[in-house]
């Protein structure tokens, strides 16, 4: 059983990204399910109908997302009627929109996916340990697959340890860069701290330069544009069976890609 988990892709540039490389992780990897973050998709900041159908088009069967899921306002109208995009669970339970998903997967196995939001560093939400103990404890499925979107790297590591054994994959996302700690905890759940993004490469984590770099010097607030260029393109690829793995996918330019599809 492989799930293909692609990090938040950020505005044209990801979602470009995305369409070119999907086709041959398909082909070479053969996932029998694909999730990506999409909180960024439409132009760096939240979604649109357009942007998900194009990316559902791309191959991805359900959507996690972060903390800016309803940057676009209209996402609060439609998001309703998208069970296979999913906000973060531990938003208050007025906040419109699907929060788990459970997918009928090959073997007759099911799937619950779901996506949850840290506390450091970031706006204030509901606890994500005590808000993904009482999903748990409410609905049962043979795999738990968990986007926890967090900044802090400690926060996510103590996230993923508490859960180890009675979820099957914590991935890391939210500050769109790839760590290297991929790893099987002791009692079985795998785990990376962040999968990265897919999106400008030439940028500062998807957004131009110029106004990130302004922001830190003189602290006013900038207008974030999504960058254009080459990409990265950040994944994992986790395997559930008998030898369980979670492996890292990163391409950082066009021409990496090119190598691997020359190599693979
Ligand atoms: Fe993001
Ligand atoms: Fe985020």
Not at 39 to 53: D, V
Not at 227 to 247: P, T
């Amino acid at each position: 059983m492989k799930i293909l988990f692609i990090g938040d892709i950020v505005g044209k540039t990801g979602r470009a990204s995305v369409k070119e490389v999907l086709p041959f992780l398909f082909k070479r990897l053969k996932p029998d399910y694909t999730i990506a973050n999409c909180e960024n998709l439409a132009h760096g900041n939240g979604i649109t109908e357009e942007t998900i159908g194009e990316m559902r088009e791309a191959g991805i069967k359900c959507f996690t997302s972060g903390n800016h899921i309803f940057d676009k306002k209209a996402a609060l109208d439609f998001i309703e009627d998208y069970p296979d995009v999913l906000r973060p669970l531990n938003y208050p339970p007025s906040v419109p929109g699907h929060t788990y998903r459970i997918e009928k997967l090959p073997e007759n196995k099911t799937l619950l996916i779901t996506n949850l939001l840290g506390r450091a560093f970031m706006p204030p939400v509901d606890c994500p340990f005590r808000t993904l103990e009482k999903l748990l404890e409410e609905k049962k499925a043979d795999y738990v697959f968990v986007d926890f979107h967090a900044e802090a790297t400690a926060e996510k590591a103590a996230f993923a340890n508490y859960f180890d054994g009675r979820v099957d994959v914590v991935v890391g996302t939210h500050t769109h860069v790839q760590t290297a700690d991929e790893r099987m905890l002791p009692k079985g759940t795998l785990f990376i701290s962040d999968v990265g993004m897919c999106g400008a490469s030439d940028s500062i984590i998807g957004v131009k330069k110029e106004a990130a770099i302004k922001r830190m010097i003189t602290g006013l607030p900038q207008r974030f544009e999504p960058a254009g260029g080459d990409w990265w393109f950040s994944a994992v690829i986790v395997d559930l069976s008998e030898n369980k793995k979670i492996e890292r996918i990163f391409f950082k330019s066009k021409r990496e890609f090119e190598q691997w599809k020359l190599k693979n």
